[in-house]
């Protein structure tokens, strides 16, 4: 082990820990953190369990070898999806964000003492990665327990593998994740917390639970925040894709939002029936549906599937926002997909591998084949909503690695079902035209939306805040306001559109909207648009909707683009519905009226809570038509 850790600059307070452990693991492939995954005796199906004192042993989650990777389920419902109020801050550096102090009464100092005299303890797999990615990317580093095998696996798919025998001399974590599970029981109620302590040398992250999700996933996009917060650059919620007309026109869409808009399928194929077609809507009242043909739809090329790298260095001339993968594996949510058919091109990927996966809450039987479709079941007998595969880049086909200029910005949203009866703020039309400083406030608040699958669910309308990243996030509101509206300015020949999901109305519509838009914007090379084509919205926030909208020699039916003209909802049911989403946005937009905040965003702001028209936003910032 010295030799390794000669390698690597590290505190006196790691070292520590390693040369105290009794037994220090390195591994060197894959196979080995998969070997790991199933302990020291190598079955086909392990408990991860811990001594947890007051209580005995507690299994945490079942690990079991198919065919095709390894299945984790986790025990408790309430362990298989993210906790959003997980993220703690153990500094006292500047943040918006829960201080360990402040929530539990006392400093978080001895807790980190108690964690790594437990870690000291164990026999532990140390885990070298890139947090970025390997041009752009920071040296980081994973300390967990040999049992949590698992973990490690998946954080090596999610981040990037590296062997220490790869890494160069001079290896200088810039954070370092330590995996505690435990501690979720002594400390703090069963809860999923993690604690981000913030040091001037290293970003220290405290899993204290064993889903990836807050930690592996999102506690390294936190890292970045913080580093880009400090270096004045951000890392994009969004997935990319470099679509390719029938006509070899390429055009670059970027599509931000938080969990559940719709990230991981804009850069998929739209999902049709048997016979082709494409089911717009259902009317939920009627049961009619209304179909769309796509006879030849566009390729695509996927570029990024969560996380969006906007590294200054890629920055160039062209006044549009450059961007690369800042993953090396997307963590796949695969709750849509509940059977045989669904989505054809994941399906054959996952079933037959090429290499071992790593999947979360899917049925598993060791030494079958674990099929995606069959969702492990929650206690309460319906499939648990938030199925999970991580697929790293380099099994996804026709993936691009390389920087992409983007062209067109969209922003999702999860809206509910509308109507006269029962209004909400699902009054979205199919496809709207921002001008950039509204879509800057879309960014700035960031709507939840409905019957999000991917979280621990919570009541109401409710806020994910700037850039829709600012769960994971240590730092501090307004400063990624301001990143965020810098970047608005700095790339103005990138334009915005807002795109709903789930429901437009009274209409049932799924993903539907973003892949008809996305075959709509590319076929038309990109949100170019003369003023005789677009209709201000008749709320002024949602910008400009459209008068048509024609694909393939297809018309939109007027009533998924203005749903004010469905019967069901009418003007007054819209105007209701209207009214409660600005009464949102103005409860949340107000917290960010600081004086710390770009006085062109106090403007911004200002029209917004006087609910100036259309024109007052494009005065601010010009909007190419």
Request: glycine letters at 8%; a negative charge.
């Amino acid at each position: 082990m010295k030799e390794h850790l000669q390698k690597m600059i590290l505190s006196d307070e790691v070292k520590s820990i390693l040369m105290g452990s009794p037994n220090v693991l390195f591994p060197k492939t894959k196979s080995e953190l998969i070997d790991l995954s199933f302990g020291a005796a190598h079955n086909d199906f392990y408990e991860v369990a811990y001594d947890v004192p007051g209580t005995g042993s507690v299994v945490e989650a079942t690990v079991t070898r198919c065919k095709n990777g390894v299945a984790i389920n986790y025990l408790e419902d309430y362990m298989r999806r993210r906790d959003p109020d997980s993220l703690v801050i153990g500094d006292n550096l500047d943040t918006d964000k829960p201080r360990y102090s402040e929530k539990y009464g006392k400093e978080f100092e001895p807790l980190r003492r108690r964690t790594f005299d437990w870690l000291t303890a164990q026999e532990l797999i140390v885990l070298p990665f890139k947090a970025g990615g390997d041009k752009y990317g920071y040296d980081a580093l994973l300390i967990a327990p040999a049992n949590a095998g698992f973990f490690a696996c998946g954080l090596a798919e999610l981040q990037g593998f590296l062997s220490i025998d790869e890494i160069s001399d001079n290896f200088t974590p810039k954070a370092i994740v330590y995996l505690a599970p435990p501690f979720r029981h002594t400390d703090f109620s069963g809860k999923q917390i993690v604690v981000h302590n913030r040091l001037e040398e290293v970003h220290e992250v405290f899993s204290y639970n064993l889903y990836p999700g807050p930690s592996a996933k999102k506690g390294i996009y936190g890292v970045l925040l913080n580093i880009g917060e400090r270096e004045n650059w951000l890392t994009a919620h969004a997935s990319t894709v470099k679509v390719i007309t029938p006509y070899d026109n390429e055009i670059v869409i970027m599509h931000e939002g938080a969990s559940g808009g719709g990230k991981s399928e804009m850069i998929e194929p739209a999902h049709k029936t048997a016979d082709g077609r494409l089911v717009l809507g259902e009317n939920l009242k009627t049961g009619e549906k209304f179909y769309m043909e796509l006879s030849e739809s566009c390729e695509l090329r996927p570029v990024t599937d969560d996380m969006a790298l906007c590294h200054p260095q890629m920055q160039n001339d062209s006044k549009k926002l450059v961007v690369q993968d800042a993953e090396s594996g997307w963590f796949l949510r695969l709750d849509h997909i509940t059977a045989y058919g669904t989505s054809p091109q994941y399906e054959k990927i996952f079933t037959q591998p090429t290499e071992p996966l790593v999947f979360f809450n899917i049925q598993a039987m060791p030494n079958a084949t674990c099929l995606v479709w069959e969702h492990t079941l929650d206690s309460s007998g319906k499939p648990c909503p938030n199925p999970r595969a991580i697929l790293p880049r380099r099994m996804v086909p026709d993936i691009v690695s390389d920087p992409v200029e983007v062209d067109v910005r969209s922003f999702g949203v999860r809206t509910p079902p509308s109507t006269r009866e029962n209004p909400s703020y699902g009054i979205l039309g199919l496809l709207h035209i921002l001008p950039p400083a509204l879509a800057w406030l879309w960014r700035l608040v960031a709507p939840r939306g409905f019957n999000n699958p991917s979280i621990v669910s919570s009541q109401g309308m409710v806020s994910e805040g700037v850039g829709s990243y600012w769960p994971f996030a240590t730092g501090k509101m307004v400063k990624q306001a301001n990143l965020l509206l810098d970047q608005i300015i700095n790339s103005s020949n990138t334009r915005y559109v807002l795109i709903p999901n789930q429901h437009i109305g009274g209409y049932k519509v799924s993903f539907n909207p973003q892949w008809v838009a996305r075959e709509y914007i590319a076929r038309r090379g990109g949100a170019k648009f003369n003023l005789d084509q677009l209709k201000e919205a008749r709320c002024t926030i949602l910008g400009y909707g459209l008068d048509s909208l024609k694909v393939d020699g297809q018309y939109v039916r007027k009533a998924f683009l203005q749903p004010e003209r469905q019967q069901e909802l009418g003007e007054d049911g819209y105007d209701a519905g209207a009214a409660i989403l600005l009464k949102f946005f103005k409860e949340e937009a107000v917290k960010f009226n600081t004086p710390d905040l770009d006085p062109l965003g106090k403007k911004i702001i200002e029209c917004l809570l006087r609910d100036a028209p259309l024109q007052d936003y494009l005065d601010l910032i010009p909007m190419r038509f």
